[in-house]
């Protein structure tokens, strides 16, 4: 399963190309699934994306999380969202 960001207003809707794509897996380790990058690396921090996500600590982000940062995000730029 994925979690893909989209704006179909571009030739390749897939925002930064690979960049907006990520994978949900189940961690062996903690029992639960985890969103990754395109690289495999664990998701921990979302405003780091993209720059330093190799120097983020703590724990990988679980669907869940990844949802409730965007909505937050979303909300503090006074965007409409409501999935």
Do not use: W
């Amino acid at each position: 399963m994925d979690i893909a960001f989209l704006d179909y207003d571009q030739l390749v809707p897939l925002v930064g190309i690979d960049h907006g794509r990520f994978h949900i897996q189940y961690d062996d380790a903690t029992g639960r699934d985890i969103v990754v990058n395109s690289g495999g690396e664990p998701v921990k921090d979302l405003t780091k994306l993209g720059r330093e996500e190799q120097s983020v600590s703590g724990a990988a982000m679980s669907p869940e999380q990844v949802k409730s940062a965007v909505k937050n995000q979303l909300k503090a730029q006074g965007d409409n969202f409501t999935r």
